[in-house]
């Protein structure tokens, strides 16, 4: 019993682990700023002041540091 409650863990830690693992393997690049644009990602604040303010919707600002 003991054996299959470690085999369990190992496995839902590894399937838990291996795709957080996933998404930071992504490459820096114009292809992701496509990929975000067509998700509904902005760039510009006042784009999304603008948006927020004519859907009534809150925005939500990320700021990052871009080498």
């Given at each position: 019993?003991?054996?299959?409650s470690?085999l369990?863990?190992t496995?839902?830690c ?13 490459a820096?690049?114009?292809?992701n700023n ?9 760039f510009s604040?006042?784009?999304?002041k603008?948006?927020?303010?004519a859907?009534g ?5 990320v700021?990052r540091?871009?080498?």
């Amino acid at each position: 019993m003991y054996s299959r409650s470690l085999l369990f863990g190992t496995l839902l830690c590894t399937l838990i682990l291996g795709s957080a693992a996933q998404g930071q393997g992504k490459a820096k690049g114009k292809g992701n700023n496509i990929v975000a644009m067509q998700n509904g990602w902005l760039f510009s604040f006042s784009d999304a002041k603008r948006q927020g303010a004519a859907t009534g919707k809150p925005i939500m600002v990320v700021i990052r540091c871009e080498p």
